[in-house]
C-alpha cells in the first residue's frame, strides 16, 4: 500500500487554471503509475489521466486532451496535474491513485483522500 495525499484544489473561474499535487509516501515512487479521476456530485468516479512510472507514457479522458496535463517528479515522490482552460463541467473532487504496475495498466489500488475543484462560470 502506498499514502496519497492530494492537495492544490480550489475555486477558479472558466478559463482559468489550478495545478493539483499528490504526495506518496510507504512504498517505492518510482515503482508504479500514477492517475488522477474525478467524481463530480451525483455522479460516478472516472478517469481523468494517467502516467507511467518514468513519465514516458500517459493517457488522458477525451474530456480533457489539450487541457490537463499529468506529470511526476520521482525525487519528489509526487505526481501533477496541471489543468488549463477549465470549464464549470470540470467541477468535481479530484482524486490521485496509485497502479499496481510500473505501466499503466488500470489496477488502481492506492487512493488519496480527493482534493475539491470548483470552477465558476
Known amino acids: 500500500q502506498v499514502q496519497l495525499v492530494a492537495s492544490g484544489g480550489g475555486l477558479v473561474q472558466a478559463g482559468g487554471s489550478l495545478r493539483l499535487s499528490c504526495a506518496a509516501s510507504g512504498r517505492t515512487f518510482s515503482n508504479y503509475a500514477m492517475g488522477w479521476f474525478r467524481q463530480a456530485p451525483g455522479k460516478e468516479r472516472k478517469f481523468v489521466a494517467a502516467i507511467s512510472w518514468s513519465g514516458g507514457s500517459t493517457n488522458y479522458a477525451d474530456s480533457v486532451k489539450g487541457r490537463f496535463t499529468i506529470s511526476r517528479d520521482n525525487a519528489k515522490n509526487t505526481v501533477y496535474l496541471q489543468m488549463n482552460g477549465l470549464k464549470p463541467e470540470d467541477t468535481a473532487v479530484y482524486y490521485c491513485?496509485?497502479?499496481?504496475?510500473?505501466?499503466?495498466?488500470?489496477?488502481?489500488?492506492?487512493w488519496g483522500q480527493g482534493t475539491q475543484v470548483t470552477v465558476s462560470s
Open positions: 491513485a496509485a497502479d499496481s504496475s510500473k505501466e499503466i495498466v488500470g489496477r488502481w489500488d492506492s
